[in-house]
């Protein structure tokens, strides 16, 4: 006697269909949300590791940049400075200055693989002359090859981003930080106390100059501005 093979129907199999959609609308949205918070996590550790490592090179060397003249400079790079804001020295992601992320890779190849092939007598260290790491370099970091040969090993943010480094020059713990242009309507400079900033564009890979939707201290009275803040995302050590 021949047994009777059981199908699905139809509507059988649009109901699983429908259920396994259903199931994937409710777990996708959480899944990208972790992996959104991981990333934030781990650009949040990334700051905090920079920022300690050019506090250690400040407190052995009383600096963190070489001075040439007038010009502020790392390895052979010279450093923008904005004098409008308590003369700070800025470095790293910059889509108009290619220099100020040649300078930003110079500066964390020094903190992490001080005696890389790269530096050399045409192109020394620019304060770190004991060679110390101060900063524990990346897994993918090669130290036998040219740190400017393998720069997307150096310190990256998780959207694959340079960080942005802010230096006082002054060195008085005192820093004013700009946020976004002065004609924006967004929330004037404001003061924090030390020598560094340092922080991510974020998901968006826009300069918010440290703003993020997160915090009230970003909001301004424009409405124009404010349908805008949402789209805020830097991620900055003076939030951490």
Request: glycine share 6%; hydrophobic share 35%.
């Amino acid at each position: 006697m021949k047994r009777k093979v059981q199908y699905f129907t139809l509507v059988e199999m649009l109901t699983v269909v429908a259920i396994i959609g259903i199931l994937t609308a409710i777990v996708a949205p959480i899944v990208i949300i972790a992996r959104d918070r991981g990333r934030e996590t781990s650009a949040k550790s990334d700051i905090t590791s920079i920022m300690t490592a050019l506090k250690q090179l400040h407190s052995d060397y009383g600096k963190v940049l070489a001075k040439s003249g007038t010009d502020l400079k790392i390895g052979n790079t010279k450093i923008f400075t904005r004098s409008g804001f308590n003369n700070i020295a800025i470095f790293g992601i910059d889509d108009t200055n290619r220099k100020s992320e040649d300078a930003y890779d110079a500066m964390i190849a020094e903190l992490t693989a001080p005696k890389n092939g790269k530096f050399s007598s045409t192109n020394p260290v620019s304060v770190n002359k004991r060679k110390k790491i101060y900063l524990e370099p990346r897994k993918e970091f090669n130290p036998e090859v040219d740190y400017d040969n393998q720069v997307t090993a150096l310190y990256r943010d998780p959207w694959g981003n340079p960080y942005k480094v802010y230096v006082n020059i002054m060195l008085d713990d005192r820093m004013t930080i700009p946020y976004l242009d002065d004609d924006t309507g967004l929330k004037p400079p404001t003061t924090i106390f030390g020598n560094f900033a340092v922080y991510s564009f974020g998901a968006n890979g826009e300069d918010d100059r440290g703003c993020n939707s997160e915090f009230e201290t970003c909001l301004v009275e424009d409405s124009t501005e404010k349908s805008n803040h949402k789209k805020h995302d830097d991620i900055a050590s003076w939030w951490i």
